[in-house]
């Protein structure tokens, strides 16, 4: 069993910033990508920004230049530094990882998901 839990969400002026982390557990023989999403009310699910086993990191464009993605292998993290926020920027916030389980193949996970508001 695998899981990814994120922490980290909350209410936040225009202009600030906030930090997500998210902790993949269970038993992972290895863990490939891994994801940043947000949905905001009404829309769709977008991506926000991808990173690589190798720390290769890649962003939507309306989040380049603010947001910076970063993991840690070692203790099977990744986390999202978001700076100079935006009241557009307000969504949920899902992590998620491409998790190969021990002895299974791998597969797409995803976190419960947690809530950035940004006020103006």
């Known amino acids: 069993q695998v899981q990814l839990v994120e922490s980290g969400g909350g209410l936040v002026q225009a202009g600030g910033s906030l930090g997500l982390s998210c902790a993949a557990s269970?038993?992972?023989?290895?863990?490939?990508?891994m994801y940043w999403y947000r949905q905001a009310a009404g829309k769709q699910r977008e991506l926000v920004g991808t990173v690589t086993s190798g720390g290769a990191a890649d962003y939507a464009d309306s989040v380049k230049g603010r947001f910076t993605i970063s993991r840690a292998n070692a203790r099977n993290m990744v986390t999202l530094q978001m700076n100079n926020l935006k009241p557009e920027d307000t969504a949920v916030y899902y992590c998620?990882?491409?998790?190969?389980?021990?002895?299974?193949?791998?597969?797409?996970?995803w976190g419960q998901g947690t809530q950035v508001t940004v006020s103006s």
């Open positions: 998620s990882a491409d998790v190969q389980p021990r002895g299974a193949f791998i597969q797409r996970y």
């Open positions: 269970g038993s992972i023989f290895r863990i490939a990508s």
